[in-house]
């Protein structure tokens, strides 16, 4: 059993920072994927980026490819969501998931359906 604990969401202005963190109780290793998802005010929730656990491939939503970094510190079970060049359609609430790949690459966006654990969700505002 995982349990994912998301921290670091925030109001930031247009433009700005932050950085989430995900951190996993319960084993994370090898073939599990974690990612990223997001649900905006009355849309439906969205992949935004993954990686891999042990090779660290990541991938990203073409939305913040360039502007978000995700990556992760094997000792501390944590990954974290760098986003940079903040802009109000970045508002949601961000949520963390991860799940058993085995030893399938990852090479596109992470479907939600497949994901078994998720967080309950850290809230990221931006203002205009």
């Known amino acids: 059993q995982v349990q994912l604990v998301e921290s670091g969401g925030g109001l930031v202005q247009a433009g700005g920072s932050l950085r989430l963190s995900c951190v996993a109780s319960?084993?994370?290793?090898?073939?599990?994927?974690m990612g990223w998802f997001r649900q905006a005010p009355g849309k439906e929730r969205e992949f935004v980026t993954g990686?891999?656990?042990?090779?660290?491939?990541?991938y990203y939503a073409d939305s913040v490819k360039g502007r978000f970094t995700i990556s992760k510190e094997n000792a501390k079970n944590t990954v974290y969501l760098e986003m940079n060049s903040l802009n109000p359609e970045d508002t949601a609430v961000y949520y963390c998931?991860?799940?058993?790949?085995?030893?399938?690459?990852?090479?596109?966006?992470?479907?939600?359906?497949?994901?078994?654990?998720w967080g309950k969700g850290t809230l990221v505002t931006v203002s205009s």
């Open positions: 319960g084993p994370i290793f090898g073939g599990y994927v």
């Open positions: 990686i891999k656990w042990n090779s660290g491939t990541t």
């Open positions: 998931a991860a799940d058993w790949m085995g030893s399938r690459p990852l090479i596109g966006p992470l479907l939600q359906d497949g994901m078994k654990y």
